[in-house]
């Protein structure tokens, strides 16, 4: 039994570390794809909070056929949608798919960078346990993104979901994901390319 499904067990079992530990794991990313069908981050925030009611009163019947992280983001996306139709807000994502659109020659077929961006190396696990300020800026540079854009780096970044199930999940096309996924990797690598050499150069010329 792996560590998620010992999580699902405690969860049955009313244990309230188990969904201490769930809720931290899934709820940013829970809000961002909220975010991303409604286009107002305040319902976003009420649809994860209803989401994690019906999950914890539907903990008993989840038989596993789909992954619970699945099964999660598909509560509050079907939640979402519901709000969103409900208010009138329904974001159109398809109009925004450029399946043609090139991704440009920064990132490899699997979306990794293919040249890491200047002054990476100094965003170490040392400096972010020093003192969190790159991460804080990193945060920073995420919540700037447009909202489509946070929900899929969220999605793929923390829950490592492949590109078919977000897209299933935003009513968009795969192709149209991983456009937006490169989207966001760019100005986040932009971002902190101008940031860190601006930091360089204030400690050069105080």
Do not use: C
């Not at 991303?36 to 994690?52: F, G, K």
């Amino acid at each position: 039994m792996d560590e998620t499904d010992q999580l699902i067990v405690r969860l049955k079992r009313g244990d309230e570390a188990a969904f201490a530990a769930i809720y931290g794991i899934h709820n940013d990313a829970m809000v961002r794809l909220a975010h991303a069908i409604t286009a107002n981050r305040a319902s976003a925030e009420e649809i994860a909070q209803d989401s994690w009611i019906s999950i914890i009163k539907g903990i008993d019947g989840f038989e596993g056929r789909a992954s619970l992280r699945n099964w999660i983001f598909r509560i509050t996306a079907n939640k979402a949608r519901s709000r969103a139709r409900r208010d009138g807000r329904s974001r159109p994502l398809n109009a925004a798919a450029h399946a043609g659109e090139s991704l440009g020659d920064r990132f490899t077929a699997d979306g990794s960078w293919a040249e890491p961006p200047a002054l990476w190396d100094e965003i170490t696990p040392e400096r972010i346990l020093a003192g969190r300020q790159a991460w804080q800026q990193v945060l920073a540079i995420i919540d700037d993104l447009p909202p489509m854009q946070q929900a899929i780096l969220s999605l793929i970044e923390g829950g490592r979901m492949p590109a078919a199930e977000i897209a299933a999940l935003l009513d968009t096309s795969a192709g149209n994901v991983r456009v937006q996924l490169h989207r966001a990797r760019e100005t986040i690598r932009d971002r902190i390319d101008r940031d860190l050499s601006h930091e360089r150069k204030m400690k050069k010329d105080p």
